[in-house]
């Protein structure tokens, strides 16, 4: 049926023939590893990290990393106060720029329906427990708005460069169902 | 709330604070096809013919039947479908014969 209904539309010239091959190369090239040099700089530079929090987009393509949609990107920042997460309670809406595509528990209802409920029983699940004088913000995403967290940057990475950091950052803590820590490099 | 009241005010995407099951930390790399299906959706939003808003809207008004037992991009590729026919663009008819030949071309294939 995909296969169908591409041909249909490229026989009526609704779309180019090689559009499709070249929207694949676009996604292959979308890994957790952009959103991982975007917060390994954002560490590092204070002042990029005040303009990431001010217009995600923006500082995104700051560092050579184009949006290929027509979404707002707003970066959440983890604190000593604060626990974010973000969900997509309609559908499956995600950072696709900077992270890719979504992995299918993102998209599955247990996810959608519990994280803003329960994001503590959530997060526990993930083996992430929060303590209760920290607040945790769920951000539910849109077709158009798309968020993105900045985790806390791990106790004993000071004299890691940007590049170690980067690979300490992993898909899972940019959703905030984890936390960064110095041995999680080897995650999804 | 009553279970009428429930349906009349939630869509079947409409799941945030529902009761559900543990999470399973599922994940599973794409079938070419549905690379493909992805790759197609933002193409088609590219061009204004389907947004990702109306793509949305499409996979909910699939009822709650189709949205349980189709996948994930089962669903977008239907819906695709559906909401080109109700502009006009394509004609169910169009669709079916080209299914035909595509299978005649690669029988069996997944398509």
């Known amino acids: 049926m995909e296969t169908a209904f591409r041909e249909l539309l490229v026989d009526k010239k609704l779309i180019g023939p090689g559009e499709i091959r070249r929207q694949i190369e676009v996604l292959d090239s979308r890994t957790p590893a952009l959103g991982a040099k975007v917060v390994a700089r954002a560490w590092v530079d204070p002042s990029f990290r005040a303009r990431l929090l001010a217009n995600g987009r923006i500082a995104c393509e700051e560092l050579g990393i184009s949006f290929y949609d027509d979404t707002e990107l707003i970066v959440l920042e983890n604190t000593e106060k604060v626990h974010n997460l973000i969900v997509c309670t309609l559908c499956s809406c995600y950072p696709r720029a900077v992270l890719g595509l979504p992995p299918d528990w993102y998209k599955a209802k247990p996810y959608r329906a519990r994280a803003v409920k329960e994001p503590r029983a959530v997060l526990a699940e993930f083996g992430t427990v929060i303590p209760d004088d920290v607040e945790i913000r769920v951000s539910d995403s849109t077709a158009v708005v798309r968020y993105l967290v900045l985790p806390q940057r791990p106790a004993g990475a000071e004299d890691y460069t940007e590049e170690q950091l980067a690979a300490l950052v992993t898909r899972d803590a940019m959703i905030g169902v984890i936390p960064v820590t110095l041995n999680a490099g080897s995650q999804p | ?111």
């Open chain 2, 1 to 111: 709330m009553s279970e009428t009241a429930n349906l009349v005010k939630r869509l079947p995407n409409d799941l945030g604070g529902q009761d559900a099951d543990r999470i399973q930390q599922v994940d599973h790399p794409l079938a070419p096809w549905e690379k493909r299906c992805h790759a197609l959706a933002d193409v088609l939003d590219y061009h204004k013919i389907i947004s990702t808003e109306e793509k949305r809207r499409g996979v909910e008004s699939l009822g709650a039947e189709m949205v349980g037992k189709l996948t994930y991009y089962e669903r977008w590729i239907v819906c695709f479908a559906n909401i080109l026919f109700q502009k006009g663009i394509l004609t169910p008819d169009e669709l079916a014969r080209k299914m035909a030949e595509v299978e005649a071309r690669h029988p069996g294939a997944k398509m």
